[in-house]
């Protein structure tokens, strides 16, 4: 079953730090922008309960949404969230638009496979230890994948899987990988319980 994922926006006009001050603390809304395409970037607000509710659905972050603004249709991708250091919740947002035939980039979550399975866990004693938790790709719109996964079982202690291990489907770029940063995504490290126990006896 496909999910939609549509937004409601408002166009703004009324621009600036403390536009985008007062438009948070009087009606709730969130500013954002969109960018991208042969368009001009379109300044917006968001309802802030509304952003908050689809944002809980991690597929939102790599989906490509339906925002309305003023009647007219926007496909985009979330680009980046500016979140309240504090508090978590979404201060700003950037939404890049869609085209059809061109590729796009948006981060996609990691999702750990078989890790209490894994060698290194079940037969070594080892503990997982993730270094990233999503990666930048790139590719064609309807290409753009829910999330990777990461198959931990084959991984012993002293291990690190790196971007080059990870499968990814047809027409899927990682955006690291090809700038030349193999970047280490996750590894099994000897469990330290174990070192400390052998110190105390």
Known sequence: MTVEFALNAEVRSDLGKGASRRLRRNVAMVP????????????????AKEL?????????????????VAGSNESVVIKALQR??????????????????QKL????????LNQEG?????????????????????CQPQDLPEFIEVDM???????????????????VELVALAHGNDLAVA???????????????
């Open 118 to 138: 894994s060698v290194g866990v079940k037969q070594q004693g080892g503990e997982v230890s993730h270094t990233l938790v999503e990666v930048e790709v790139s």
């Open 105 to 112: 980039t948006a981060h996609v979550p990691l999702h750990f």
């Open 52 to 68: 908050a509710k689809l944002l809980e659905n991690e597929a939102a972050y790599s989906h490509v949404l339906s925002l309305n």
């Open 153 to 171: 079982a084959a991984v012993e202690v002293g291990q690190i899987l790196h971007l080059s291990d990870l499968k990814l489907s047809k027409g």
């Open 187 to 201: 590894n099994i490290h000897a469990s330290r319980v174990v070192k400390d126990e052998g110190a105390a006896e």
């Open 32 to 47: 954002a922008v969109i960018y991208g395409g042969e368009k001009a970037p379109q300044s917006i607000s968001l309802l």
């Open 84 to 101: 309240h250091p504090a508090k978590g919740y979404v201060m700003h947002a950037d939404f890049v638009r869609v085209v059809a035939g």
